[in-house]
T-cell receptor, first 111, second 115 residues
Framework: EDKVVQSPLSLVVHEGDTVTLNCSYE??????LLWYKQEKKAPTFLFML????IEKKSGRLSSILDKKELFSILNITATQTGDSAVYLC???????????FGKGTTLSVSS | GAGVSQSPSNKVTEKGKDVELRCDPI?????LYWYRQSLGQGLEFLIY????????KSGLPSDRFSAERTGGSVSTLTIQRTQQEDSAVYLC?????????????FGDGTRLSIL
């Protein structure tokens, strides 16, 4: 059975800290891995990763994929209270018709 | 431009009633997806549409669940004879297509509560 596992399930840090969120997967037909940020409602798209070893970066956030070891990490540097959210990792199937989600990591950043 | 729009944002209904949830995708997006997010669970895939057809209904949990899409745009998810275990947030997403490099973009969801 296909599965995506995120760790840790929750994390509390202080403003300014750097955090690393983990995502491992066992998916039969892999096309890409995506990261989303979910605050109150809609998950908002952060990154889509298709190739190993190529870092994607957006401001203080960055992510990388290792297709040999079947995992990805999401890094957030110099965290801010606005980074508090649930971070979702999802794997896209080969056909592009569905995402398989992990249960998410809840990040709380205190001031 | 407008994002994915879902309505209603909240729905409370009695067990046994039918409910309809609506999704209006981003203009020009041909692919549309429904997911369910239950408390303590990850998002669970329900159904995928390409245009008006649904080639992948594999995630629908029972025959009480159905969905349609008309005009290649708006989609409706219908749950008949609702049960308490149907309580969840139902999220809709759309994408330009299913080609590589086209991420899904989500709406705010409909929070469904079955009494």
């Amino acid at each position: 059975e296909d599965k995506v596992v995120q760790s840790p399930l929750s994390l509390v840090v202080h403003e300014g800290d750097t955090v690393t969120l983990n995502c491992s997967y066992e998916v039969t037909n892999f096309r890409s891995l995506l990261w989303y940020k979910q605050e109150k409602k809609a998950p908002t798209f952060l990154f889509m990763l298709t190739s190993s070893g190529i870092e994607k970066k957006s401001g203080r956030l960055s992510s990388i994929l290792d297709k040999k070891e079947l995992f990805s990490i999401l890094n957030i540097t110099a965290t801010q209270t606005g980074d508090s959210a649930v971070y979702l990792c999802a794997v896209e199937n080969q056909a592009g018709t569905a995402l398989i989600f992990g249960k998410g990591t809840t990040l709380s950043v205190s001031s | 431009g407008a994002g994915v729009s879902q309505s209603p944002s909240n729905k409370v209904t009695e067990k046994g009633k039918d409910v309809e949830l609506r999704c209006d995708p981003i203009s020009g997006h041909t692919a549309l997806y429904w997911y369910r997010q239950s408390l303590g669970q990850g998002l669970e895939f329900l159904i995928y549409f390409q245009g008006n057809s649904a080639p992948d209904k594999s995630g629908l949990p029972s025959d009480r669940f159905s969905a349609e899409r008309t005009g290649g745009s708006v989609s409706t998810l219908t749950i008949q004879r609702t049960q308490q275990e149907d309580s969840a947030v139902y999220l809709c997403a759309s994408s330009l297509g299913v080609g590589v490099g086209q991420p899904q973009h989500f709406g705010d969801g409909t929070r469904l509560s079955i009494l």
